[in-house]
């Protein structure tokens, strides 16, 4: 066990980096022009082994399945050349309303062959609920199905286009204009 007297700290400035050959969850926060990781751990890969279709292995994860709870998905292998060839879009969009939040998305190709579709109601305390949480639960179920599907159909480079309508979210969120 490393024990460090202070977090690992970066300046928060848009650079060009190599793709990290590991990935790892991290908590972090900005404080002014400095991002400051407070956590890491490191992901635990699900094998595909056992799972014969994507869809298995969604629903294999448990955590998942407010995110999955209503899913559709239409022809992989197109979506799979559109995120290969830099064609793929997906988009976001969440609405609150009450005490309750909730969102849909689409992965899909730009002739709407191959699709990946949900909405869900995102989790939480009805006193932790907002707008902004409604947006961004789209985003995150797009980026965890996009992991999966890249796993699950191994690969290893691709482009997607990501759209949603809650910049202040995002702005939120980086604490600064995106």
Partial sequence: MIRRNRLPTFDAERTICQKPRDFSRATVHCNR??????GVASIIQTSIENQSTFLQLLQ?????????????????QALKEALLDGTAIAISD??????????????GDLDNIGLISGQAVCPGAAEDMDSYRSELAGIYCIMVVLQKFCFFHDIQEGTIELG?????????????GV
């Fill in 94 to 107: 969440g609405l609150h309303k009450d005490t309750f939040g909730t969102t849909a998305w689409t992965i």
């Fill in 33 to 38: 022009s400095r991002i400051i990781c407070s």
């Fill in 60 to 76: 294999q994860d448990s955590e998942l399945h407010w995110c999955i709870h209503n899913l559709h998905i239409e022809n992989e």
């Fill in 164 to 176: 949603c309508d809650g910049l202040s979210a995002l702005d939120s969120v980086f604490e600064k």
